[in-house]
């Protein structure tokens, strides 16, 4: 995995800042309070979040208050470019709580593959550590260093313990028995203990407990029926007793109360006679029975709100005299500022002539620059033309021309004069060669003469010296005739030579005659001078376009100029304006003008549209009054009424009406309740019928007083035995058998029994687990300590071979002089750290074989010496890791330069 860019949008103190990142070994420099802890944080921060680990909600840490934007509006978010497996990916992270989110890009497609990654359980945002291939707590215990802090956490050596036994019992480092054993504890947890009520073994514990109390109480219930039913019984001929007794007293009862029926039909006769005398008077009033007295009611309201509308029809009259008066004293007012026609449209144009004014003023400056403008090109193109020529750059064609012809010339020259060198050696040569044969021929005939004279006879001796002598003269001849020939050949061949040099001279000639004219020295100058022509006669062109473009917009501004200038006149004009000038101090009156009769129309508009408001209220009004007026009248004509009066009069005499109504009814309801369910005529025969019992004598205040004592008795008597009545059926109805008590008593401790053998399996399983995990940790412990041993060798240059380290990441070393393990706290600091380094990068390795994952620094080199870091750095660039390094000291730059390592380096107070 290799960081290419950090963009920090809003992380702590750094806003708006991008960081780029190489392969290799990247310094990040700073002075304390520079921002590195936080560039370091932020990165931790985009691939994990700030969330508590192993919790089991959501929870913040405190890096996330730490961190929080000192400037929040900028945002708490950023975003960090980083390659896998050579593909970029663009993570892109919010912070802020309640708007928390990660998006996942594809950087080369813009591809949004957040939804294929997966999601945290807890936090419910995407879970980045399926994309990296390494959890949080193995990043902040391995690649990721921070200042003074080297030393592991107790996770890692936890999550360690699960790669291991999980890599070699089930070969997938994925499957934690550190989950299973947790999976065990809390199944053993949700079973519980007999003294946690609320699990199911506490509530199956309770259950039982509750059950044999229950069969207890159920026998003593049963007990105390029985007696309950005993004390029903004598209860019960109590009650007999009292009846008899107030059957009795019923029977003197009516008696009685056939005496006070007599009384009743008095009081009857008496309510009859005055219900009579009220329907007389009833009759008289029959006229006024039909009369809707909320109706009279109504229209009385409605004759006072007649007068109330007439009142205010009087007051919008006056208030529309007042407005028009207004409006004159307005309109002469508007005469005043000396303006006519005053439009809507030229009031309009008036707001806009500050606009008008200040864009006329702006052309007029702009014109006025234009044709400065201009006349600076038409200079510049004139002292441009003047050191112009287009025959310097024919000249300069054909001084170059003039140079090939003679690079052509003097290749010519050096053949033909290698050809002529040629012919001169050879003749030289074949000169040498003619002498040499000639006298080695006349030898040889001297010498073998006196053999031939020996031998032959003198006859053959004149032959032999005629052949010899004919051979010597055609040989002579031959070589004669071939040196008139190289003769001839060698002449042309320096004819040539001369016809070229003399063609290479009048070329000088004429290329001398060039630079003269030019006064340069050489063809160089003579280039330059050229381009300088050639950049001069472009330059005229483009100050010629841009002279074209100038008189374009300069004829533009002019036309907008007088356009505006024409359409000020105009206004004025249209206005009655008298004085037809433009300038500022007439703009500004006319502009204070039409901003004062603007005001003041607005007014009149306002007004008017007060009067038309008034006006339409007060047809509204007089509709009102008049549709009241009709109703009025309406109601006069349904009762025949001639006056107001006679509505007054008819509400008193329907009120009347309805009171002696009222008293009918009082005095029917009280007749009613005399009567009760009898007429006069029934109750005059019961009253003939019971005229035989007025000789018993009996007091009906004792009577009903000793009646009510026995029905008091009897409610007591009736409460006490429903009482307990009841309380026997309700003990019965909520009690169960013990039949059935004690078969549910049976199941639950069936249950007991089954959840203490389930926690007795858990804890089997729980202590095989824990030992086969311990078998299997044994067996791996020396690959993490071969991996170790490798790199605390390579960062101490073999300082200290053999280390052991321990379940807990403890880690031990040996002493080369007296041979013994000891503890690495007796060691110092610098050493400390980098065999923790080393515990980081071995447990890495043992991880994840298969990825390279930057490495953090953050001041990690503080306890380390010169020698020790010089020695860390060179071996973290053998190692071709991307390395983060974050110090506020130079010595690492100053080394890495020494050693002509590669760095890349950022200065973060730049």
Known sequence: MIIHKLYIKGFGKISNKEIILKNGINIIYGENEAGKTTIHQFIEGMLFGFFKPFAKKKIYTQAYDQYMPWDIHKGYEGHIQLEIDETIYRIEREFLKGHDKVKVYLETTGEDITDTIGYHSVTKLTDLSHLLGISETTFKNTVSVKQLGAKTESELASELKDYVTNLASAKDQDISVENVLKKLEQKSDAIGTYKRSSSPLGKVTTKVEALEDELKNTKNVYEDLLNKKDTLNHIEEKIEGLTEEKITLEKYKEQLRQKELKNKYTKAIKLQEELQSIDRELFDLNPYESIDINLLNESMETVERIKHLEHQIETLKKEKIENLSKIQRLEEAINQLELENLTKQRLSEIDSLPYTYNTYVDYEYRENHLKNKMKTILQKIKDNKESTTDDLIEQCYYYDSLEDENMSLISELNNYEAQYNATVNKESNHKKRQYIFSSLTGLGLLANIPVFIMSLGGIWINIVLAILAVSFFYLVKQESSSEQLEQANQKNIKNTIEQLQEKLNSNASKQREILHHYEVNDNIELQVLKETSQRTKNNIEDLKKDLEEQEIELERLQNQKHKNYNQMINLMKAIGWKKMEINEE???????????????????????????????????????????????????????????????????????????????????????????????????????????????????????????????????????????????????????????????????????????????????????????????????????????????????????EKVKITDKMEIFVEDKNIRKMIAIHQLSNGTIDQMYLALRLGVLSLLNKAVHYPILLDDAFIQYDDKRINSVLKWIDNEKKQVILFTCQKREKEILEKNNIDTHYIHLDR
């Open 586 to 800: 007439i703009i500004d009156k006319i502009i204070f003008a039409g901003k004062k009769s603007k005001e003041k129309i607005n007014e009149i508009d306002f007004i008017n549209q007060s009067i038309s408001n008034n006006e339409s209220k007060q047809e509204a009004l007089e509709k009102n009054v008049e549709v009241l007026k009709k109703k009025t009248n309406s109601i006069l004509e349904k009762y025949s009424f001639d006056s107001i009066e006679d509505i007054k009069d008819g509400i008193e005499k329907k009120k009347k009406r309805n009171a002696l109504q009222s008293k009918k009814e009082s005095k029917d309801e009280i007749l009613k309740e005399v009567l009760q369910e009898h007429t006069l005529e029934t109750l005059k025969k019961e009253i003939s019928i019971t005229e035989a019992f007025d000789d018993i004598q009996m007091d009906i205040e004792t009577l009903e007083s000793r009646m009510k004592e026995i029905q008091k008795v009897l409610e007591i008597t009736s409460k006490e035995y429903a009482a307990i009545d009841a309380e026997i059926n309700e003990r019965k109805k909520n009690l169960r058998s013990i039949g059935a008590i004690k078969t549910e008593l049976d199941n639950e401790l069936n249950k007991k029994n089954q959840l203490e053998n389930e926690l007795k399996a858990i804890a089997l399983a729980k202590k095989t687990l824990t030992t086969i995990s311990k078998e299997i940790q044994n067996d791996f412990a020396p690959i993490l300590n071969e991996q170790a041993n490798y790199f605390i060798r390579s960062i101490t240059n073999n300082k200290y």
